[in-house]
Structures are given as structure tokens and as C-alpha cells.
């Protein structure tokens, strides 16, 4: 059991874990807008961090737009800033889709991960009750380090955060409007966040989520988010749902893990097909678990999270 934990763990501190708020990192450079950075965001439910706005060309406060929350925010932009010289690229991937008039007025939000303590926000709280107790008592000792963090980093982002920027930019604050997306661990705090905050989230994108909750085949974990999504997963109406994963490196474990998810999303109501779809599960062979393939397929579920309805 232990080595389970230990696995876990393992398999969920990489994505951007060595930056912390604190350092002294220049502005990400991008080829589409422009980046404005709001310094140690503090928060009365989390350790603060920055946080980075992309604006997109053109932008005016004249006009009003659409948010996309990411988590990783470290990650998501230029790949000269980001811990392994990786990036997702949003602005060129969105900036794309803006100039091609495929998607409306769009600014992203990307929230720093907290480091240390990453695997403690990211990983959903209420997954825990469905887990045996001796495991999640361990679990919650040695890979959330004594203290889950989700339910506090959820308020965070829709007490503190949300509210600053509607006041800060011109936004269009509906759910209708408000998206939140991530990969891996970020793939699973972005589903439970829609889930948890219907009323506040449209839409949820997770690449390469990480249902499989380690670095290994396993049913515990697995099963507690299926237990969770069951009772929890928000009604499909008003909502749109996008699962991916590749097939190399840590998404190679995913395949048993993600079908069952899309039947539970099915059973639930949500639509694949038609004019009313609001639901897209795909699989990219080759691809694996790196924000360079991230990167490569972003578009897909940025056009399916924020175009036109």
C-alpha cells in the first residue's frame, strides 16, 4: 500500500511543481496579445500565487468576453518561463481561433500551481470518503501531506479570483460564458470544478485526465471518482463537458479509466451528436503525457469549449 501512495504521488508532482510564486520570473513572452500578471494573489483559503491574464489582440474594454480558467498557469504560455521548456502555446492556439472568427472575444485566466502543494488543491476532495479508510487516511497523509486542499482552492478560485477580475475586466460573468480547463491532475480539479459549481462554470476540459490516480493499474482511486461522478457530475443542460488522452508515457494507463467515465457522462444525458452536443471524449494515438501535445491538439477543445452555441 504504501508503494501505491508513493506512485501517486510520484505521478502528479512533475507538471510545473519547481515554480513557485515567489520567483523572480520574467512576464511570459507570447506571439498573439499580450500578458498581464496579477502578483501573489492573496487568498484567505489558499497560499497566494500569480496569476496570468492573456489578452488577446485587439483587446479593448469596450468589448465584452468570455473567461477560460486554467490551472498550471506557469505552463500554459511560453516555454523559455516554464520549468521543462514546455508550453501549452494557448495564445497561438486561441489567437488562431479568434482571428479565424471561430470562437467570440475570449481572455484567459492561468492560475500558478501551487508546487508542494499542487497534488493537494488538484486532487478532488470528495473523492476521499469513497476510498477505504485505512488507504485514504494514508493517502491523505503522505500524497496530499496532510491536508486535501480542493474544496479551499475551489473558493479561491470562484470567491476571490473570479469576482477580481469580472471587477477588473470587461467579462461576461454568466456561466454561459466562464470555462475552466487542465491537463492531468489539472484535468480532474477542472471537471470537479464544474461539478461542484454548476452555477459558475459552462463548461470543463480536461486533457489526459488523470482518473487513474497513480503511476500504476489500480481500482481505488478509480473507483472513488466514479463513485463521486455518479451523484455528482452537473446536469448536461447549460453545460459542456471535453475528455482526451494519448496513448505513450503516463496516458499509455489510461484507456481502462476514461470509457467508464464517458458512459457515466452519457447516463447522465449528455449529448454526443447533433446540434444540442455538449460532450467530446477523444484518443490521440502517439500522443503522450507532456504539454508539447497538449499543445498540439489545444484547439479541438478550446473550439469546442468556447465556440459559438
Known sequence: MKRFITLALAATLGLGAPARAADPLP????ESGRIERLENFPSKFVDARHVDVWLPEGYSPARRYQVLYMHDGQMLFDPSTSWNRQAWKVDRALGRLLQQGQVPDTLVVGIWNNGRYRHAEYFPQKFLPFMPADLRERYIREALQGKPLA?????FLVEELKPAIDQRYPTLPDAAHTFVMGSSMGGLISVYAMN???QVFGGAAGLSTHWVGAHRPNATLPLAAYRYLQGALAAPEGHRLYQDHGTTELD???APYQPFVDELVRERGYREQGAQANFLSRVFPGSGHNE???AARLEIPLLFLLGPR
Open 27 to 30: 512576464l511570459p513572452a507570447v
Open 151 to 155: 474544496d479551499a482552492y475551489l473558493r
Open 196 to 198: 461542484e459549481y454548476p
Open 252 to 254: 499509455a494507463l489510461y
Open 292 to 294: 508539447a501535445a497538449w
